[in-house]
């Protein structure tokens, strides 16, 4: 599986992004799909995932401002982020398993087998 993560830019703090998981080469209709970020000499972070027919979870952090959602038919999941501040300020990756991950158990990375390269998202005040 190939991950094309893409849609990242500059916005001002309360302003909105849509981020887009592109995969190529499987179906990852049944895989958990999530997102993850780093900042600059930071780990990187669990941001949310989704799993087929289970419900997704969030970080507290972006827990209320964060969707994420699928469109099967285009194989891609996107992170739909809202009233953005200046810490969501990071790379963004996406990154995928053919595991159904429980949604207490989809923050750690090396869960994921499939990473993306990432796509910057810069938040100014």
């Known amino acids: 599986v190939q991950l094309q993560a893409s849609g990242g830019g500059s916005v001002q703090a309360g302003g909105s992004l849509g981020l887009s998981c592109e995969a190529a080469?499987?179906?990852?209709?049944?895989?958990?799909v999530g997102w993850f970020r780093q900042s600059p000499g930071q780990e990187r972070e669990f941001v949310a995932a989704t799993a087929w027919g289970s419900s997704s979870n969030f970080a507290d952090s972006v827990k209320g401002r964060f969707t994420v959602f699928r469109d099967n038919a285009k194989n891609t999941v996107y992170l739909q982020m809202n009233t953005l501040k200046p810490e969501d300020t990071a790379v963004y990756y996406c990154?995928?398993?053919?595991?159904?991950?429980?949604?207490?158990?989809?923050?750690?990375?090396?869960?994921?087998?499939?990473w993306g390269q990432g796509t910057l998202v810069t938040v100014s005040s």
């Open positions: 080469g499987q179906s990852v209709r049944t895989y958990t």
């Open positions: 990154a995928a398993t053919s595991k159904r991950l429980i949604s207490s158990n989809r923050s750690g990375t090396r869960l994921y087998d499939y």
